[in-house]
Every structure is written in structure tokens, then in C-alpha cells.
């Protein structure tokens, strides 16, 4: 049972492409099966009788077979038996009758499972979904018969077929160990009487070796003695089955050791998946964890090395030990506000090093919380900015020689709206991931381990872990230097631009409509283009939280005649004030805190769109707010 990693990317089961035939004389039971079952998407077709029955299957292929025993033209056995010819097709008995004697003998004519037909019969159509559900994942399972007993191998063959696990033989201890040694197998079936070899000797030699010994183990005996019993199981098996047995004893068992197995393999998978999760952010990222005080009580090797501190000198101080003394307070109000609201906070962060020098993080900061809601720690994690802010501030100082500076600071202006864009992409999944994590946590602490629960947090980890992964190539795409005009439709250029600000709008709750009339293909500079762009609603974005607006919104249009194409990016954020209108861009020219502008944004737009793309931008004010025009030539 491969369970990590191959089957982690298994394609999800379809129940619509899942076909099921009731074959149902009553027709209240009829219709609930059938209206239930279609509610739960499987493809359901109706009979009332045998006859019936037997013409949709000659006319279909079914999956499933919900088989009531008795119909008013005959009983069921004669259809059974033949469906033994169509391994594929399972069935299920729903009837009223129960008589131990006949679930016996169906149960071992290879049908699936057999239910009663009682007041109870909506929870039952829900354990039936349950059965189809659980036997898709039965085929990644390997099951090992040690028997001597043809009549038993074969029985216990029909019994666990059905259920899809995939199952071996072997008539001797030495035949069973050999196909141990070869084959992957999740559980045992071990007879004790063996002709060669004594079951608890074989039980011994499977839980001895690191190879086998976490494989469960189920013993058959025909005996009953406590002392045996007590023996194989302080030997390691799971469970111990007296001959003869009932069907449907033996199937629980198998079923239920399965399930734990499953379950084990896919909890340890997911520590491991976790561990990498951590490794990877371990390694690229500096990391430290505080108290909902802001008492550091964890910090990675990163964190260490760029603050120049030990882990001893860290853990167990105030986080403002690396607060450099010049970052303005208002940030770490701001910050703590937004942390003790559980809401997560992104930003750039001046710090000092233990020798006294200055480094600079873009930081997030996510509150992760206990199972009542109250917050446990927070996690921060953060990349390394100061050379690109050193870069930044050298800038400042070199007025004298603005054009090469401004040349130089457009690639990194690009970057740091990539690296912004980046934080709003990446934060939500890492805090669903941490949320996660923390419920796992609480989940085998409290001993309540779900297997459907774990089934869930590893598919949201495995949809989380791709969408960064997606978010990274989208940004490496952007960042790839142009070699050259590009044909391209300017609709597909605003596309990728909203896809890289996706999080960002949903995070500002920031309303976008889009009216993209141009259908023209230009020779343009899509990733420039793109750039201009992310400014443009950037700024749109700070502008909100400059002023109240209760519906925040940003337009975009596309228009298009003989010669141009043309962009109208709009808010309702209030418009520019009209004595910087003229000002607007000009170098080194912001109306934002220091803090958070160069004042280079819509210089540099300006310069690529006039300089590099032979078009211009322009800006003016409506009732509600600035209007953005942007012309390419076509």
C-alpha cells in the first residue's frame, strides 16, 4: 500500500462515471435508493425485477449491483451466480430478510455486503456510500493468505475479492516468507497449523524483521485456548480469528486493520510532508516563532546567522531585541493590532544585528491558534531585503546622477513589487498549511484520529503546495528578461497581470471589473507592460487605505481604432489631489510615507511607456477617483 507519495496524486474518484443498477421491487425503496444515490453524483438506473434487471445488464456495464433478495419472478441466487463471470460488478444484498444461514451463503457466493432493509435505511444508503468510497483505495492494498487449506485460501479469496484488495496465496510458512521478501504487503492472514512450519514461528520471523514487522497480522486457529491466544497476540498480531469463522467477522477485521494501516502510513506521510514543508521554509526563509507575549521560543538556523545572535541569546526574549531604534513606531502598533485581531501582517522591517549593523526584511506574521479559537504562538517568516534596500538608499543619495540611477533602480522596483505580490500569494496557503498543522497536532494529541479528517488535510496541503508551487513559475515568467517585442493580445497581458495580484485584491477586498473590448494582437513588451500594471493597481490599493471607501472597486477597459490601442485603469478612491496632478510623475515625487514609496513607480511607468513601448500614459480625475490612460500603438 504505497500510500507516500506515489498515490498522493491519484486521480480523485468520479462517481459520476460510477454506474449503479437497484434492482428493487418496492417502489418507495426504489425511489429513495435512486434519489439518495443521485444525490451523492453516482449514475443510477432502476429495475423491479429480475427480468428487468437482467436486460439492463445486458444492454450496460454496472459497477454495483444493489440486489434485493426476493422478487416477484423468483429469488436472487440464480443472478448472483451469474455475475460471478463479471468480477468488475459488485453486489451488494439490501433485503428484509435476515436469516444468519442466507448472509452466510451470500456472503460467500462473493457478494460485497448485505444490509437489512429497516427503518433506518438513509443511514444505510450512507454506509453504502461509504463502501463504494473505501474499496477504490483497496487496490494500492496487498493481503498475504498462509494456509494450507485450499478450501480456506479459496474461500477467504472470495470473501476480500470483492472488495478489491489484492490478494496472494501461499499453501506454506517457507512459500509465505519467500513472497514476503519479494512483494510489498500491507497484511497477513496466517494459519497456525502449518504443514512446515509452526504459525507463531512464522509470526516470530515476520515481527523480527525491520522489513515486516510494522505488516499486521491476522491469525487463524482452530483452537481456543487463552494461552494461545494470549501468546500470538504479545507476538505482534492484530487480531486472532477461531476456525471456523463467520464471513462477515473476518471481513471487519480485515477491513478495519486495512483502514489502520492506511491510516498509519498516511499520518507518517504527512509528518514527512510536513518535515519537508518545514525544511524548505527552514531554508530559504528566516523563521522564529514567539509567544502570543512576543517571547521568541523558537528561531532557525537563518535567523540566527542574519542577526548575529545564538539560539541560547534569542529564545526566550522579546522579539524587539533586533528592533532597530530609527523604524517608526507606528509600524509595531500597526502590527500588533493586526496580529491580536488574528489576521496576519505583512511588511517591511528595519532591524538591528547584534554587531550593530542594519538588515532589512520583508516580513509576514501569522497568529496561529488553538481548537477554541484563543491565539497560541505567532509564526514569522521572513526573506532578506538589505541589499536591495541598501541599493535603494544608495539611490537616494545619488541625485546628481539620476537617470543612471533610475535606469538601475527599474529592475529592482519590479522586484520589489514582486516581492510584495509574492507575500499576499504566499500567506494565505502558508497560514491554511500552519492551521493545518496545529490541528493535526491537536487531533493526536486528543487521540482523535480521523482517517477521512487526514484524508482532507493532505488533499488541502497537496492543493496548497501546488498553488505555490504555480505562483512561483507565474513569478519566474514575469521576471525572465524580454529579448524582444512579443505578439500579444493586450486582454491576455491584463489576464496575468490580475493573476499575480489575485491574493492582493482579495485581501484589500478590493472589487475589480474588467470590459476588455481590444481583440487586436500588438508587437509589444508584455512583462513591461505588466510592470506598468501592477503599479498602476498598487497604488490603487495603498490609495484605499489612504481613504474610507465602503466599495472599493478598480475598472479596467480596453479600447482599440486604426492606430492605438488604449488601457483605462480606474478607482474610486478619491482621485489625486489637483495641485500634484502635474507632479505626478516626476522622479523621486510621492505622495506616500517614505516608509513605502521611492517615488520612482509612475516615473518609471512613464519612461517605459513613452521611451520603451512608443506610447505615452496619462492621468486625471473623475467624480470618484484617478483615471489612468495608457496608448500602445498598434
Known amino acids: 500500500m504505497r500510500i507516500c507519495p506515489e498515490n498522493t496524486t491519484n486521480t480523485v474518484f468520479n462517481k459520476g462515471n460510477y454506474n449503479i443498477l437497484i434492482v428493487e421491487d418496492s417502489k418507495f425503496v426504489n425511489k429513495l435508493l435512486c434519489d439518495t444515490l443521485s444525490k451523492y453524483g453516482y449514475h443510477v438506473q432502476t429495475s423491479h425485477t429480475l427480468a428487468e434487471a437482467r436486460a439492463a445488464l445486458s444492454a450496460s456495464r454496472f459497477d454495483l449491483i444493489l440486489l434485493d433478495l426476493h422478487l416477484p419472478d423468483g429469488d436472487s441466487d440464480g443472478l448472483i451466480e451469474e455475475m460471478k463471470n463479471v468480477p468488475e460488478t459488485k453486489i451488494i444484498v439490501l433485503t428484509a430478510d435476515d436469516d444468519q444461514m442466507t448472509r452466510e451463503h451470500v456472503f460467500q457466493q462473493g457478494v460485497l455486503d448485505y444490509f437489512n432493509k429497516d427503518n433506518k435505511l438513509p443511514f444505510t444508503i450512507s454506509l453504502i456510500n461509504n463502501i463504494i468510497e473505501e474499496i477504490q483505495q483497496n487496490s494500492a492494498a496487498s493481503i498475504l493468505i498462509i494456509d494450507d487449506s485450499m478450501l480456506v485460501r479459496s474461500l477467504l479469496s472470495i470473501l476480500l475479492s470483492p472488495r478489491n484488495y489484492n490478494i496472494m496465496t501461499a499453501n506454506n510458512a517457507q512459500e509465505g516468507l519467500k ?86 502510513l498516511l499520518r507518517a506521510c504527512q509528518q514527512h510532508t510536513l518535515q519537508e514543508y518545514k525544511y524548505a521554509i527552514d531554508r530559504n526563509s528566516i523563521v522564529s516563532i514567539t509567544n502570543e507575549k512576543g517571547i521568541i521560543t523558537s528561531a532557525n538556523e537563518n535567523f540566527c546567522k542574519i542577526s548575529g545572535y545564538s539560539k541560547e541569546e534569542l529564545i ?77 538608499n544608495q539611490l537616494n543619495d545619488e541625485l546628481n546622477e539620476k537617470d543612471a540611477l533610475i535606469s538601475m533602480q527599474s529592475r529592482q522596483a519590479a522586484m520589489g513589487e514582486m516581492l510584495s505580490m509574492i507575500t499576499h500569494q504566499w500567506k494565505q496557503p502558508l497560514s491554511t498549511m500552519s492551521a493545518i498543522s496545529n490541528r493535526m497536532q491537536m487531533d493526536i494529541a486528543l487521540e482523535k484520529i480521523d482517517v477521512q479528517n487526514l484524508e482532507k488535510y493532505a488533499k488541502t496541503i497537496e492543493e496548497q503546495v501546488q498553488y505555490l508551487s504555480q505562483t512561483i513559475d507565474d513569478f519566474k515568467n514575469f521576471l525572465k528578461p524580454s529579448t524582444g517585442k512579443e505578439l500579444t493580445k493586450v486582454s491576455d497581458v491584463i489576464e496575468n497581470t490580475m493573476k499575480l495580484m489575485e491574493r ?125 490612460i495608457l496608448q500602445l500603438p498598434k
Open 179 to 264: 513472497i514476503l521478501k519479494e512483494q510489498e504487503i500491507d497484511l497477513v492472514i496466517l494459519d497456525m497449523e502449518l504443514p512446515d512450519m509452526h504459525g507463531t514461528k512464522v509470526l516470530n520471523m515476520i515481527k523480527a524483521d525491520t522489513a515486516t514487522m510494522q505488516i499486521e497480522v491476522i491469525v487463524l486457529s482452530g483452537t481456543s485456548e487463552p494461552n494461545i491466544i494470549s501468546t500470538v497476540l504479545k507476538q505482534g498480531a492484530c487480531s486472532f480469528i477461531k476456525k471456523p469463522f463467520a464471513s462477515e467477522e473476518l471481513i471487519h477485521s480485515v477491513d478495519t486493520w486495512i483502514s489502520y494501516r492506511r491510516e498509519k
Open 316 to 392: 526566550g526574549k522579546p522579539h524587539n531585541i533586533v528592533r532597530h531604534p530609527d523604524e517608526d513606531p507606528s509600524v509595531f502598533k500597526e502590527l500588533w493590532a493586526t496580529i491580536q485581531a488574528k489576521k496576519p501582517w505583512s511588511g517591511r522591517l528595519k532591524n538591528l544585528a547584534k554587531d550593530g549593523h542594519t538588515y532589512y526584511v520583508d516580513t509576514t506574521i501569522s497568529p496561529l491558534l488553538n481548537i477554541d479559537g484563543s491565539i497560541k504562538e505567532y509564526l514569522a517568516i521572513r526573506h532578506d531585503i538589505t541589499q536591495i534596500m541598501q541599493t535603494h
Open 504 to 628: 492582493l485584491i482579495q485581501d484589500k477586498q478590493i472589487d475589480v471589473v474588467m470590459n476588455l473590448e481590444s481583440t487586436s494582437m500588438i508587437e509589444t513588451y508584455p512583462r513591461e507592460l505588466v510592470q506598468v500594471l501592477i503599479k498602476l493597481i498598487k497604488n490603487a490599493a495603498d490609495a484605499f487605505e489612504q481613504r474610507t471607501a465602503e466599495n472599493k472597486s478598480i475598472s479596467i477597459e480596453t479600447k482599440e481604432n486604426e492606430k492605438h490601442v488604449t488601457i483605462e485603469v480606474q478607482d474610486n478612491a478619491g482621485g489625486i489631489p489637483p495641485e500634484l496632478l502635474e507632479k505626478i510623475f516626476e522622479p523621486y515625487f510621492t505622495t506616500k510615507d517614505k516608509s513605502k514609496g521611492t517615488g520612482l513607480g509612475l516615473h518609471i511607468c512613464k519612461s517605459i511607456m513613452q521611451e520603451h513601448m512608443n506610447g505615452d500614459i496619462t492621468v486625471s480625475n473623475t467624480p470618484n477617483g484617478a483615471r489612468f
